[in-house]
C-alpha cells in the first residue's frame, strides 16, 4: 500500500537547486560590474543575490551603479551569462528524483528569480519542461520572496498552503514560503550555506541531491 502524501504541490527554485549554475551566475554578475568600471562584489555578495529578480540582484549587487545604468548593467550580466550557457549542467540526480515525485501523482512547479525567456530556455536545454505541471518567473509576477509566485502556483494547480512545499537554496526562498504561509526545505549545495537558514524553520537541509531525493521520497 502506497504511503500517503504529505504534500501535493512541490515547488523548486531553478539554479543551485536544480541547475549547478551558482558560480556561474556570480561571476558573471561581476563580470559585468567590471564592465561598467563599478565596485566587484565578492563571492559571498554576488552569490548571495542569487534567486532575486535580475534587477533586484544587481541592485544589491552593485549599489555604487546609478539607476540609470541598470538596464546596460543587465545586458552586460546577459551577455556574460549567455556565453557561458554549455557551462550549466544539471546537479547529479536531479532527472531521476523529479521523475520519481511525479510517479508518486506529485504536482511540480518551478519558482525563479530567473525570466521567461531564461527558464524556457533552460527547459528546453534540459528537457526538464513535460516534468513539470506549472512555472513562474520573475518577470511576469512579483519576486521573491513576495508571495504572490506561490499564491499564483497554489492557485494553478488548486492546492493549498499546507499541502504545498518550497525547495531552495538561498534564504530568499525560504522567505518565500514563509510568506505564502508554505513549509521549505533549503539545500545547501548552492548559493547560500547551511548555516543561513538558521531563523527560516526549514523542515530539512539537504547536502547533496541524493539526500533530498531520500527526505522527499521519506517525507514529502
Not at 17 to 44: N, Y
Request: with cysteine.
Amino acid at each position: 500500500m502506497s504511503r500517503q502524501r504529505r504534500f501535493d504541490l512541490i515547488v523548486f527554485d531553478w539554479d543551485g537547486t536544480l541547475f549547478d549554475s551558482t558560480k556561474l551566475i556570480a561571476r558573471c554578475i561581476q563580470a559585468a560590474c567590471a564592465d561598467l568600471g563599478a565596485a566587484v562584489p565578492s563571492d559571498r555578495d554576488a552569490s548571495y543575490v542569487i534567486g532575486l529578480g535580475l534587477a533586484d540582484a544587481l541592485r544589491h549587487a552593485a549599489p555604487g551603479v546609478p539607476r540609470e545604468r541598470y538596464g546596460e548593467l543587465a545586458a552586460r550580466y546577459r551577455h556574460h551569462y549567455l556565453a557561458s550557457l554549455d557551462d550549466i549542467v544539471l546537479f547529479d540526480g536531479t532527472v531521476a528524483m523529479l521523475e520519481a515525485l511525479k510517479a508518486r501523482n506529485h504536482s511540480l512547479a518551478v519558482a525563479t528569480g530567473k525570466n521567461r525567456g531564461g527558464l524556457d530556455d533552460a527547459l528546453r536545454r534540459s528537457a526538464l519542461g513535460p516534468l513539470f505541471d506549472a512555472t513562474r518567473t520573475a518577470d511576469e509576477t512579483a519576486g521573491k520572496p513576495h508571495p504572490r509566485m506561490l499564491h499564483e502556483l497554489m492557485r494553478e494547480l488548486g492546492c493549498t498552503p499546507g499541502r504545498t512545499l518550497m525547495v531552495g537554496d538561498t534564504t530568499h526562498d525560504l522567505q518565500l514560503a514563509a510568506n505564502a504561509g508554505c513549509a521549505s526545505v533549503a539545500v545547501s549545495f548552492g548559493a547560500h550555506a547551511h548555516d543561513e537558514f538558521q531563523g527560516f524553520g526549514p523542515l530539512h537541509v539537504a547536502s547533496t541531491t541524493s539526500d533530498l531525493a531520500a527526505w522527499l521520497a521519506a517525507n514529502a
